[in-house]
Nanobody
Framework: QVQLVESGGGLVQAGGSLRLSCAAS????????MAWFRQAPGKEREFVAS????????YYADSVKGRFTISRDNAKNTVYLQMNSLKPEDTAVYYC???????????????????WGQGTQVTVSS
């Protein structure tokens, strides 16, 4: 069983930065690929970024590439999402997730996810 708890969301002006954190429970966290998703009002949940279990590979959605950075600290059972140059269209609830895969980072579909966090709201004002 894996429990995921996100933090770090908030209100920020366009062009600003935020860092999201996801604390995971469970001894096997360091064995799993981790990911961030987001869901804006009235839209489907979408993939944002993923990172392999060792952190050696990462993968980003085109919409965030070059602005967001996913990282992890397995000693702290935590995965991060550094978000820079934020835009109003980044406004969404952001979710931490894992599909329990040991493969390299790649795009993950929501129906592949085994565990979700509760989400944290990110609002970017123009």
């Amino acid at each position: 069983q894996v429990q995921l708890v996100e933090s770090g969301g908030g209100l920020v002006q366009a062009g600003g930065s935020l860092r999201l954190s996801c604390a995971a429970s469970g001894r096997t966290f360091s064995s799993y690929r981790m990911a961030w998703f987001r869901q804006a009002p009235g839209k489907e949940r979408e993939f944002v970024a993923s990172i392999s279990w060792r952190g050696s590979s990462t993968y980003y959605a085109d919409s965030v590439k070059g602005r967001f950075t996913i990282s992890r600290d397995n000693a702290k059972n935590t995965v991060y999402l550094q978000m820079n140059s934020l835009k109003p269209e980044d406004t969404a609830v952001y979710y931490c997730a894992t599909d329990r895969s040991t493969l390299v980072a790649m795009r993950i579909m929501p129906d592949q996810v085994n565990y979700w966090g509760q989400g944290t709201q990110v609002t970017v004002s123009s």
